[in-house]
């Protein structure tokens, strides 16, 4: 097991990252609950049904914690249902005490994290991410939140959890397409700011994809200390945090276009690199021989679905994308493997030009 240490400006937590963390997590989260302190667990039922026995296994019998659930996908993932696990929350008991576990992917995370931010103003919270996706990023960093429908993760707060614990033996029952969804953004890591997890995505995708144990942790422990790094430096996102939205803000749109039912979240991230990548070498920031490399190792981790939209349609919702400050459009680019940086100058022409190859290659 690797130990992962985000310090950030208003809490310092651990990230743990390996293999039978699962088993007997009862006993491991007393560290941070104590044994008083009432349990509550957001999950999904699919996630329940598979882990839920495991999960369960290691609390004493007499102090089970009470399970919520949320149904998978962006469409739930709303104020409404917020408002109903919330009133759940309240009928069981909870008080400021309580501890909520957000068991599940980058929605359960979201969404849970975000319960916890505002049930009686912040009550503290544990991610147990399911997902690649949600190990290798979002339940990193304490960013939460819910979508409206003019735009992904336009309502939420800044809470960070007690800790993290990734067990990679959960991947297990991801689907392929769910697992090669979620190394987009260790991909993202790689080209933002570590060569080195870059080079290692390189040589070993065949281990990572065949699911190897040892590849997996590597990979999710990287990432994690990639992205610790990069919040415990830039906590609220006012400067270095925001090259973690690299292919997010063209990214964000494709998913919105498509009312989030199209593409899988890293799907439509690694399309939003892609274009990214194309308007970093139109400035000339980065070799072509580097340029060449990016777009291999994100197509290495495809094929990646089609879909359709326009220009215009992807300006416009990405004009509503909450990076934008004071009406200035800001965009991550990359200046070479292992280097980002954000400008706020980027023209429609400009995304125009970066956008339409790729609409091309996606087009079904």
Excluded at 22 to 39: H, P, T, W
Excluded at 47 to 57: H, N, V
Excluded at 206 to 219: K, N, T
Excluded at 330 to 346: C, N, P, Q, Y
């Amino acid at each position: 097991m690797r130990t992962i240490h985000v310090n950030t400006a208003s809490a310092k937590y651990p990230v743990y990252v390996g293999t039978g963390l699962l088993a007997g997590f009862g006993k491991r989260l007393q560290k941070f609950a104590g044994k008083s302190r009432r349990v509550f667990v957001l999950t999904s039922p699919a996630i329940w049904s598979l882990w839920g026995k495991q999960f369960l296994s290691g609390f004493p019998k007499n102090q089970q914690p009470t399970a919520l659930f949320l149904p998978p996908g962006e469409q739930h993932k709303r104020l409404a249902g917020v408002e109903r696990l919330a009133t759940e929350l309240s009928i069981a008991g909870a008080d400021r005490s309580s501890l909520l576990v957000a068991f599940g992917g980058g929605i359960i995370g979201d969404a849970g994290g975000f319960l916890a931010a505002i049930y009686m103003r912040g009550i503290p919270y544990v991610q147990v991410p399911t997902t690649l996706l949600a190990q290798v990023d979002s339940s990193v960093g304490g960013k939460t939140g819910v979508n409206l429908t003019s735009g992904k993760n336009l309502i939420g707060s800044f809470h960070q959890p007690l800790a993290v614990f990734a067990d990679v033996d959960v991947l297990k029952t991801l689907p392929p397409r769910e697992s090669r969804a979620g190394l987009f953004e260790s991909v993202k890591a790689g080209i933002i700011r570590d060569p080195s997890l870059f080079r290692y995505l390189e040589s070993s995708r065949d281990r990572i994809l065949a699911g190897d144990s040892a590849a997996l942790q590597r990979v999710v422990a990287s990432s994690v200390a990639m992205k610790a790094e990069v919040v415990g430096i830039d906590e609220r996102e006012s400067g270095l945090r925001m090259i973690l939205n690299f292919g997010h803000t063209l990214g964000h749109a494709i998913e919105a276009v498509t009312a989030y039912k199209k593409l899988l979240h890293g799907e439509a991230i690694a399309w939003g690199m892609l274009a990214a990548l194309n308007l970093s070498r139109s400035r000339q920031l980065l070799s072509e021989k580097e340029a060449l490399r990016i777009a291999q190792l994100i197509r290495a981790f495809g094929p990646l679905p089609s879909f359709r939209a326009t220009v215009p349609e992807l300006l416009e919702a990405a004009g509503r994308d909450k990076k934008n400050k004071a009406g200035t459009r800001r965009f991550v680019l990359t200046t070479g493997i292992g280097k980002a940086s954000v400008v706020e100058d980027v023209t429609d022409a400009e995304i125009t030009a970066a956008l339409e190859p790729v609409l091309r290659e996606a087009r079904p």
